[in-house]
């Protein structure tokens, strides 16, 4: 019997009709609006009638759409409870002892680095980087695990100017890091599951007043990316209870390297006066 909505979809594509099948890959690229949202609320995001779900959810052997979404939601719960999982199934695999563990975490962040190189659209990343050069203003935002992954690119890119900052900092306002922004700026959001909250209404918040959104996330499910104006999936698998952020650091340090290129020689001094301040303000010490 086929329970996951993938598999009765799969199973049952070819013979659907091309409406049909165009509600089955919305439900399939938006899990998360489907467990949360009404049935208007999909079908107007979707730009289909709401009969055209019902029927969907009929064909491919649910009592109703309210089964279907049910399902959804199991399956987002089960996700979202894979930190426990995953680290019960890790003290399972500790036979190997730390060798072991320390081979198979390496394994994971290169495969995640390699993936990451070939699947990357490079004239996309390009695009990003002039998009963020050009901006009058750079906010950076993570909630959860991602906030130390935002303050360090926060604290890169103020090597390059004034106009880079984390929002929410030390308890801070995030209204008021983004109440100011407007076309000529952008935010950064990084968000992985379980999704802070706040930085998926930042998003929405921001694209809403003509803000450059780039989001960088490790799913296409992520509710961020309908408000995004550029999107980076990083793959972020690991042995370990936890995300790996490795890759992600990967492509945030390439990032900020792209950016400075482009900065040429106004980034040099500009480094160059951080590093006395620096070293003036005994913050350092030289090597």
């Not at 409870?81 to 002892?97: E, H, I, V």
């Not at 950064?188 to 998926?200: D, E, L, Q, R």
């Not at 992600?248 to 340090?253: A, K, L, N, Q, W």
Request: aromatic share 6%; net charge neutral; charged share 25%.
């Amino acid at each position: 019997m086929l329970h996951s909505f993938e598999e009765r979809l799969a199973s049952n594509y070819d013979a659907l009709s091309a409406r049909l099948r165009e509600a089955g890959d919305y439900i399939a690229a938006n899990p998360l609006d489907t467990a949360t949202r009404s049935l208007r609320a999909v079908a107007d995001h979707s730009g289909l009638a709401p009969a055209t779900f019902t029927r969907l959810s009929k064909a491919l052997g649910y009592e109703n759409f309210e089964e279907l979404r049910e399902g959804m939601r199991r399956r987002l719960e089960r996700r979202q409870a894979s930190f426990a999982a995953r680290a019960d199934a890790l003290q399972g695999a500790s036979d190997g002892g730390s060798a072991d563990l320390i081979r198979r975490t390496r394994e994971a962040s290169l495969s995640n680095i390699d993936r990451l190189t070939d699947e990357i659209d490079t004239a996309k990343v390009d695009t990003i980087a002039d998009h963020l050069h050009a901006a009058r203003r750079v906010v950076l935002l993570g909630g959860l695990g991602s906030t130390a992954i935002a303050e360090y690119a926060a604290y890169m890119g103020n090597f390059l100017g004034d106009n880079w900052m984390p929002a929410g900092r030390m308890g801070a306002s995030v209204g008021a890091a983004l109440s100011d922004l407007d076309r000529r700026d952008a935010l950064i959001v990084f968000t992985k599951p379980p999704f802070a909250n706040t930085s998926i209404r930042a998003a929405e918040f921001a694209r809403a007043r003509g803000v450059y959104v780039l989001v960088v996330t490790d799913t296409h499910t992520c509710p961020a990316l309908r408000h995004a104006s550029a999107r980076v999936v990083v793959p972020t698998e690991s042995p370990n209870f936890f995300s790996s952020y490795v890759a992600t650091m990967f492509f945030v340090e390439t990032l900020m390297a792209m950016i400075a290129q482009r900065a040429g020689p106004t980034a040099t001094e500009r480094i160059a006066d951080v590093e006395t301040a620096n070293r003036a303000l005994g913050e350092v010490i030289g090597l």
